[in-house]
């Protein structure tokens, strides 16, 4: 059974930093792709990140400059290294992973997420 569990989240000022982490098990991930999701609420599931098994990296324009997405394919493992925190960042974030992506940043190519821990981010 595939679980994916996440850590890291929490409250932070803005302009400070998080780093979040997603643990696989079940199986190994070294030739999938991740992704980093976000939900605000009110708002539909946005793409944040993703890093493809080449260790190509995409970022969205809201996430470019600021977050940093690595993978760890020893751990099976992936981050979110996230910098520079505004309160519009506040959201569930979720990693996902999946094999046979051709677009990372849709969410419904995805085969497998994490329960999403949540960030906020005070004024």
């Known amino acids: 059974q595939v679980q994916l569990v996440e850590s890291g989240g929490g409250l932070v000022q803005t302009g400070g930093s998080l780093r979040l982490s997603c643990a696989a098990s079940g199986r190994t991930f070294s030739s999938h792709v991740w992704g980093w999701f976000r939900q605000a609420p009110g708002k539909e599931r946005e793409f944040v990140a993703s890093?493809?098994?080449?260790?190509?990296?995409y970022y969205a324009d809201s996430a470019k400059g600021r977050f940093t997405i690595s993978r760890d394919n020893a751990k099976n493992m992936v981050y979110l290294q996230m910098n520079s925190l505004k309160p519009e960042d506040t959201a569930v974030y979720y990693c996902a992973v999946g094999r046979l992506i051709i677009s990372s940043s849709r969410s419904n190519e995805y085969d497998y997420w994490g329960q999403g821990p949540q960030v906020t981010v005070s004024s």
């Open positions: 890093i493809r098994s080449s260790g190509t990296e």
